[in-house]
């Protein structure tokens, strides 16, 4: 049993990951406000309190940190996900700890896809160039991997995306689906599971770890809907992106399927195991 500390318990990967890592280690989990497992390995932690970070590192001496923490306000994000990540890394380093970075496939302009684990960050929006500059300073430690993703889902817990499209759905308001922006979304078990897996491996460096099914926004969306039954479609439309977010992000996932023993399904195959019963991933 290894010393496991997750940053961003209270993410939604983090609602996913802590239940999974309590079961097979020792763990310390990190919220911002609300707990919301309420157990004792619950630590609140604002990240940009790097003696903070410091402190919480050094006295639990985990030998692995997974860096899930962001933030959704946007006069924090910029700064959380930089800066945060900036204290989160020199604390491993401190510690000796292995770290593990989730990242993003928006860090790319979606010109050049698919995009391999070597593919150099092209970002073209505030987001993108705050994650691009986490991944510079995950760099710096020589025991790490970053994780780049896509869009996280789960068959029981509704993601931000979804949950936003039903509000504004439900309350009459507008909501456009993108059918030019494609990605890979990934099922949050799957890669919840991924970087447990990844916690005790010897690889470091990128990986690529995303759904095998590339979808657009439009085709996920439109699958979300219908996994939570919401009927109420009256002011959706599908139509192209502005541009402000990269067209086509498609990841090369070669790398982690040769890799990984974590199955790495796409949106369909999650959604017809679901309608029968199945998906026993193996517990890692």
């Not at 707990?35 to 970070?53: C, H, I, S």
């Not at 990242?103 to 505030?126: L, M």
């Not at 896509?150 to 059918?179: C, E, K």
């Not at 799957?190 to 095998?212: D, F, I, K």
Request: proline share 5%; hydrophobic share 40%.
């Amino acid at each position: 049993m290894s010393r496991l500390l997750i940053t961003g318990g209270s993410s939604y990967l983090g609602r996913h990951l802590v239940p999974l890592a309590l079961a097979a280690h020792e763990i310390i989990y990190t919220f911002h406000q609300n707990d919301p497992f309420k157990q004792p390995q619950g630590r609140p932690l604002d990240l940009l309190d790097g003696a903070g970070v410091q402190r919480l590192v050094g006295d639990f001496q985990p030998d692995v940190i997974i860096h899930t923490a962001g933030s959704n306000r946007v006069e924090r994000m910029d700064a959380v996900i930089r800066l945060g990540t900036v204290h989160v890394t020199r604390a491993a380093a401190a510690t000796g700890a292995r770290l593990i970075h989730l990242s993003t496939d928006s860090i790319f302009d979606g010109r050049n896809a698919p995009y391999d684990e070597a593919a150099t960050p092209t970002p073209v929006n505030a987001y993108g160039r705050a994650k691009a500059a986490a991944e510079a300073s995950v760099r710096a430690h020589d025991n790490h991997v970053i994780v780049r993703t896509s869009l996280i889902y789960s068959l029981r817990l509704m993601d931000h995306g979804t949950a936003w499209m039903v509000r504004t759905l439900q309350a009459g308001g507008p909501v456009t689906l993108f059918n030019n922006q494609r990605r890979n979304p990934i099922w949050a078990e799957s890669l919840s599971r991924a970087c447990l897996e990844l916690a005790r491996h010897a690889y470091t460096g990128v990986l690529n770890v995303a759904g095998r099914q590339v979808l657009t926004r439009a085709d996920f969306g439109l699958r979300m809907l219908d996994l939570w039954n919401i009927t109420e479609r009256d002011n959706l439309t599908i139509a192209p992106s502005d541009g402000s977010w990269p067209l086509d992000c498609e990841l090369d996932l070669w790398r982690a399927t040769t890799l990984l023993r974590t199955p790495l399904p796409g949106v369909d195959e999650v959604l017809s195991q679901k309608e029968i019963g199945g998906w026993r991933l193996t517990n890692l």
